[in-house]
């Protein structure tokens, strides 16, 4: 080949060669990257902002914001924004919740979160930075609750996250048994109301009397109708425990715990007499009803019209109560009415309610 054409031949090629380069370096961009508030500029062939991330190795989540979008072409001299989203574990008056800032501080994140009323108590500083895994933020804002203690209302301004909070706020200590109408773990709302229930609980001892027994013993050597008291009764005590419950000043509840006697009673003893009585010389009225009235008097009364049991509640022939005279029109004591009257009186009885009115003599009627 001639050497001319040799020359001509490499001029060509070097020529290409210079142009491929001019033109490769031609296509370079230069951006400005920032990401969380960084600018850096970096030199890239990539068409998109998306290629230009992943140039970068930044790869992104999708609560990040990315201006412009990852689809959106790129120029030379233009700018690419990347705010990283950061987890918040917010928690406002008690209330929980996972939210996503792209703050790079607690006021930042507060303002992003529309959180700007005055006199907010936070759990960590406004300055502190939020590092990219997130944090923990606790906010208590200001609100008006309700205060009932002690018979006192009062509504009071509080930042308490809790109704347990804001007892100890406002210095009031609960007792043992005392109760609240919120729990004690209870996030604070505005206009709640906080009720705070003073209990007593205490145990009271009740005493009261135990009735005596009465106990009849027959005595064959004393006559019939006629009772001796030989042991006086006495009624004992009992004392019965409680549980009383009241809550501001009011007893709801009395649950009843135990019961003892504290003193025996002692049993009333009575001889009743049972020996016959004699017949009597008198005094019974003879009647026409064909009833041995004289057999019944004799055993009631032993015959005396003016008979009184020891016990001083029957009286006369018949040993009526008062209660009996009364109903069958008697007046005064039967044991002062005349022994006719008595009879009638008795026949009365009888005729309304048998024999059965003397239950241990009636059968002495028909003798």
């Known amino acids: 080949m001639p050497r001319t054409l040799k020359l001509a031949l490499f001029a060509l090629v070097l020529t290409g060669l210079v142009g491929g380069s001019l033109a490769w370096f031609a296509a370079q961009k230069s951006l400005t990257l920032t990401v969380d508030g960084q600018a850096r500029e970096v030199r890239t062939y990539a068409d998109t902002v998306g290629e230009v991330l992943a140039e970068e190795g930044l790869e992104t989540q999708s609560h990040d914001v990315v201006l412009p979008a990852a689809d959106a072409e790129v120029g030379d001299g233009d700018t690419v924004v990347v705010n990283r989203a950061r987890p918040l574990q917010l928690t406002v008056d008690g209330v929980s919740s996972e939210v996503y800032v792209t703050a790079l501080s607690v006021d930042e994140a507060l303002e992003?979160?529309?959180?700007?009323?005055?006199?907010?108590?936070?759990?960590?500083?406004?300055?502190?930075?939020?590092?990219?895994?997130?944090m923990s933020l606790s906010i208590s804002t200001p609100k008006d609750v309700t205060l009932v203690?002690?018979?006192?209302?009062?509504?009071?301004?509080?930042?308490?996250?809790?109704?347990?909070?804001?007892?100890?706020?406002?210095?009031?200590?609960l007792g043992e048994h005392d109760r609240t109408?919120?729990?004690?773990?209870?996030?604070?709302?505005?206009?709640?109301?906080?009720?705070?229930?003073?209990?007593?609980?205490?145990?009271?001892?009740?005493?009261?009397p135990v009735p005596h027994r009465t106990v009849e013993t027959e005595d064959p050597e004393t006559l019939e109708g006629e009772e001796t008291i030989t042991q006086r009764g006495v009624d004992g005590e009992q004392a019965t425990t409680f549980r009383v419950t009241v809550v501001d000043g009011v007893e709801t509840s009395r649950e009843q715990l135990a019961t003892s006697v504290t003193v025996p009673p002692v049993d009333e003893l009575v001889s009743v007499g049972t020996k016959e009585r004699p017949a009597p010389s008198g005094g019974v009225p003879a009647t026409a009803d064909g009833l041995n009235w004289?057999?019944?008097?004799?055993?009631?009364?032993?015959?005396?019209?003016?008979?009184?049991?020891?016990?001083?509640?029957?009286?006369?022939?018949?040993?009526?109560?008062?209660?009996?005279?009364q109903a069958v029109g008697g007046s005064g004591l039967p044991s002062q009415a005349s022994s006719e009257e008595?009879?009638?009186?008795?026949?009365m009885l009888y005729a309304r309610s048998g024999a059965g009115q003397w239950p241990h003599c009636g059968s002495r009627l028909f003798s």
């Open 112 to 134: 992003q979160l529309g959180y700007r009323a005055e006199g907010m108590v936070l759990s960590a500083s406004r300055s502190e930075r939020l590092p990219l895994d997130g």
């Open 149 to 173: 203690v002690d018979g006192t209302t009062r509504v009071v301004t509080t930042t308490a996250a809790t109704a347990g909070d804001l007892l100890a706020e406002q210095g009031v200590t």
């Open 181 to 208: 109408s919120l729990y004690p773990t209870q996030p604070l709302l505005a206009a709640m109301r906080l009720q705070v229930f003073r209990v007593q609980v205490t145990e009271q001892v009740v005493t009261s």
């Open 294 to 325: 004289a057999a019944l008097a004799q055993c009631e009364s032993g015959g005396r019209p003016n008979a009184v049991s020891s016990t001083g509640k029957y009286h006369g022939l018949y040993q009526f109560s008062v209660g009996t005279w």
């Open 342 to 347: 008595q009879t009638m009186r008795a026949q």
